[in-house]
């Protein structure tokens, strides 16, 4: 399984930006799908998770209501999209997948099974 993660870049605080996460495999509806990100000298961080099936989506506290992450099963593609973003959400955003459920809700990094390379996002003050 490979993930591409595609969609960072440079913006001003206040902007928007996509993130996209293409990934190889034919069971791609039934993965556990997240998006965590790194800054500098900081712990790898959950930042939003999406499940197989009923497609139930859970966010960290720090992107409830700006972040929305969705799925396109048809086109084996996870999505990040981010709104009102601040220059504390710079970091390197990085897609994972897991092929099975492995607790009521995935936000550690150890529950995902696959990763993809990492984007950057950058927010400008």
């Known amino acids: 399984v490979q993930l591409q993660a595609s969609g960072g870049g440079l913006v001003q605080a206040g902007g928007s930006l996509r993130l996209s996460c293409v990934v190889s495999?034919?069971?791609?509806?039934?993965?556990?799908m997240g998006w965590f990100r790194q800054s500098p000298g900081k712990e790898r961080e959950f930042v939003a998770a999406i499940t197989g099936g009923l497609s139930s989506t859970y966010y960290a506290d720090s992107v409830k209501g700006r972040f929305t992450i969705s799925r396109d099963n048809n086109k084996n593609t996870v999505y990040l999209q981010m709104n009102s973003l601040k220059p504390e959400d710079t970091a390197v955003y990085y897609c994972a997948a897991a092929a099975v459920l492995k607790a009521p809700v995935m936000t550690t990094s150890e529950t995902y099974d696959y990763w993809g390379q990492g984007t950057q996002v950058t927010v400008s003050s």
């Open positions: 495999g034919r069971t791609f509806r039934a993965y556990v």
